[in-house]
T-cell receptor
Framework: NAGVTQTPKFQVLKTGQSMTLQCAQDMNHNSMYWYRQDPGMGLRLIYYSASEGTTDKGEVPNGYNVSRLNKREFSLRLESAAPSQTSVYFC???????????FGPGTRLTVT | AQSVTQLDSQVPVFEEAPVELRCNYSSSVSVYLFWYVQYPNQGLQLLLKYLSGSTLVKGINGFEAEFNKSQTSFHLRKPSVHISDTAEYFCAVSDTGGFKTIFGAGTRLFVKA
């Protein structure tokens, strides 16, 4: 039981490049989330998926797109990376009736 | 709109001393409240949560928190800390739909020998 896994762990991009962050969970949770963590700002919700086939914007969606590929997988895409997107990105899945979230280990992204 | 304020960005404390990490929230609707812990270079993990019922909530690793509706607070406490409690702690609030969770900026707890 791996919980929530994320790939890659580290990534360096040049401004304007694109990439996709991958996330998978093996807990059969319906909801999944993408957050970014910046110093002094806590975690901010980028997008979430309440169930397979649905996605919704969170607090800071600009510059990102998501895909809920199936119940297990939820990917985050940066189409044209900007230095302001330098951050640590966390994926999480949510217990259906417990409301708590289970987090992956994070992806540290640097955009130069 | 909901918001969360963690009143201390850093809290240094000696080993075996008690500690309180303060959290205030604002919301116009009923909320669920959480404390998460993040150890260096790891994701967050749940310490405890308040959904309903008793306002004193006990979590893992000897932590507890008290929900105070009149003061809109959810402070985290531990009677005796260990070096291994050194980490960053996040207070979070969500509405009863549970999908949109707002996190505080975090409190770094440093436990000194």
């Amino acid at each position: 039981n791996a919980g929530v896994t994320q790939t890659p762990k580290f990534q360096v991009l040049k401004t304007g490049q694109s990439m996709t962050l991958q996330c998978a969970q093996d807990m059969n949770h319906n909801s999944m989330y993408w957050y970014r963590q910046d110093p002094g700002m806590g975690l901010r919700l980028i997008y979430y998926s309440a169930s397979e086939g649905t996605t919704d914007k969170g607090e800071v969606p600009n510059g990102y797109n998501v895909s809920r590929l199936n119940k297990r997988e939820f990917s985050l895409r940066l189409e044209s990376a900007a230095p302001s997107q330098t951050s640590v990105y966390f994926c999480a899945s949510g217990g259906d009736f417990s409301y708590e979230q289970y987090f992956g280990p994070g992806t540290r992204l640097t955009v130069t | 709109a909901q918001s969360v304020t963690q009143l201390d960005s850093q809290v240094p404390v000696f080993e075996e001393a008690p500690v309180e990490l303060r959290c205030n929230y604002s919301s116009s609707v009923s909320v669920y409240l959480f404390w998460y812990v993040q150890y260096p270079n790891q994701g967050l993990q749940l310490l405890l949560k308040y959904l309903s019922g008793s306002t004193l909530v006990k979590g893992i690793n000897g932590f507890e928190a008290e929900f105070n509706k009149s003061q809109t607070s959810f402070h985290l406490r531990k009677p005796s800390v260990h070096i291994s409690d050194t980490a960053e702690y996040f207070c979070a609030v969500s509405d009863t739909g549970g999908f949109k969770t707002i996190f505080g900026a975090g409190t770094r707890l440093f436990v000194k020998a």
